[in-house]
């Protein structure tokens, strides 16, 4: 059997519900099926918050995800996230992913605020609607279970960027310590390019760096996120396929 590849260009940037969006569109994952997912995490209140709904960019079809999670103040540490997770109905794949992702996660932050990982108040990307994008998208990814995954060098700009702690030059500081060994270009334009979430995710599901790979494509889906970036292609193209020789 052939090597499968999961490929992803992602010419505006990333974040944790595009990554969501592809993986769904790809694994064939209906509305019942990512309600499904929630349900495996044992929080009722996300049953059906989450909808990947058809959007465009320009005149061209995409996807994309409307979430509509509920207002959650909850400042959870690593041990509470780390405990969501083992009480799941996620397979123990899923789990063991999922945990190296906030564990990534918390590590960034940790350096960012110069304490120790397991202090950090997951105050934004601890909200229910992060753990959703993490968890779902490492579930989705062990069900597809590519040989490789192989995704693009990154954009980044500059600008800025708001969050909890004020505003900040991007990229915010969580993702520029998550950047650590990933290839990055410039681009033109200004803002928020890549999440904290979608950077972890990467990292956590064993995402290579670099160009297309050999690859017949089988399925093709394009995802677009909640901002759109002047002066750039907009959206990320998700590619499943399997590997063939150049030969």
Sequence with gaps: MADTYLVVRAPSGLS???????????????????????GDLGLPQLHGRARIVPRAVSGIA???????????????????????IEESALTPRAKELSRAAFALLAQAEASVH????????????????????????????D????????????????????????????????????????PVYGIDSSGETLTPTALTLLKALGAQFGPWPPVVVERQERVYGSRVLPGVPNGAVFVWGSAHSLA
């Design 62 to 84: 995409g996807w994309g995800l409307e979430s509509e999670p509920p207002h959650d103040h909850a400042h959870r540490h690593l041990p509470d996230i780390e405990r969501i």
């Design 114 to 141: 110069g304490i120790d990982a397991s202090h950090v108040h997951f105050h934004e990307v601890g909200a229910l609607d992060s753990i959703m994008d993490v968890c779902l998208s490492c579930a989705l990814f």
């Design 16 to 38: 944790g519900d595009m990554l969501l969006t592809g993986l769904a569109r790809l694994s064939g994952t209906d509305q019942a099926g990512l309600d499904a997912l929630c």
């Design 143 to 182: 069900r597809l279970s590519p040989s490789r995954f192989v995704c693009g060098p990154l954009p980044v700009c500059d600008g800025t960027v708001r969050c909890a702690h004020g505003l900040l030059s991007a990229p915010a500081p969580a993702s520029l310590k998550l950047l650590e060994g990933v």
